[in-house]
């Protein structure tokens, strides 16, 4: 009787803070969150209770993860998923994606994010049978697959017409003709990231910067094929944060002056942009008077000139800078302090001094 009264004690006070903990978790594993549904019938009960605790599946990096995620869905708790990730997750393959549209549809109706980040054995096929069955689909990434075309593009536009946050990051089988797709189907998309879609050229990344005016991300990281003719036309993007041009090898001082015109750029990154000098620079530091981060990584034509204009523009916001590589500048360690606030870093060649 003791017993029973401790434990009905332990119930009444030890659940609640429980539920309160898991409660502000924006993300709590699913390991953790299983173990807790076998404490007690009374906690089981309240976590079950709790709709919002069952809106993810995070299935990342699990072997077996297509019959677990299949397993899953067929559970009455994630009849509200919102959120499901299954980046590097092994084995998943088309035929998982056919079988959760056969047997568990009615749980992907409210599926508003989906990441097949390295889920290389995903086909266009698998792409066409999961996207309709997910309309309400907002955010889509597929990172580092090459098996994807095209036509999982086309499949992509045509059943999910709510998507703003995009990762094609590593497809290199998407040409031009992907981007016109996505320009002509996603003109509030706010983050883009085409890392290394080495098929793209001017043509397509224009379609994009002329009708996607909301991007506020944007990554062409490793893509040496773009020109100016291209890169003026970001100016376009003004609620553009952020910009990642890292191997940008044709972007010059004047393509980097319109990029002045993006006013809220918060990061860019200008890591082996080899034809820029102290004219591009400081055309940024003039416009872009909101920038936190800035990477210089490798660009010997900049000199203490761009560090001094950047002092004089950016002092108040800048918290990190890199300039390994540039030979040019010679650090006067006044304008370095001047540039950055206490706390925040100067990357040197090789060292990383601490403002």
Known sequence: MEGESEWKAWSRETVPKVMRIVSTCTTLPHRDLFSLLLVSPCLHQSLLSCSSLWQGIDLREMNNAGARLVAALSMSRYRLVKDINLEFAQDIEDKHLELLKTKCLDSLKNLESLN??????????????????????????????????????????KNCKHIVDLNLSGCKNISDKSLQLVADNYQELESLNLTRCVKLTDHGLQKILLQCSSLRSLNLYALSSFTDKAYKKISLLTHLKFLDLCGAQ????????????????????????????????????????SLEFLSLFGIVGVTDKCLEALSRFCSNTLITLDVNGCVG???????????????????????????
């Open 250 to 289: 044709n972007l010059s001082d004047e393509g980097l002056a319109c990029l002045a015109k993006c006013k809220n750029l918060v990061s860019l990154n200008l890591t082996w942009c080899v034809r820029i000098t102290d004219v591009g620079v400081v055309a940024i530091a003039q416009g872009c008077t």
């Open 329 to 355: 500048i010679k650090v006067d360690m006044n304008i370095a302090l001047s540039l950055l606030k206490r706390g925040n870093i100067f990357f040197l060649d090789n060292l990383s001094v601490y403002i």
């Open 116 to 157: 097949l980040n390295g889920c290389q054995k995903i086909s266009d096929k698998g792409i066409e049978i999961i996207t309709s069955a997910c309309p309400k689909l907002k955010v889509f990434s597929i990172y580092w697959n090459v098996r994807v075309t095209d036509i999982g593009i086309q499949h992509l536009v």
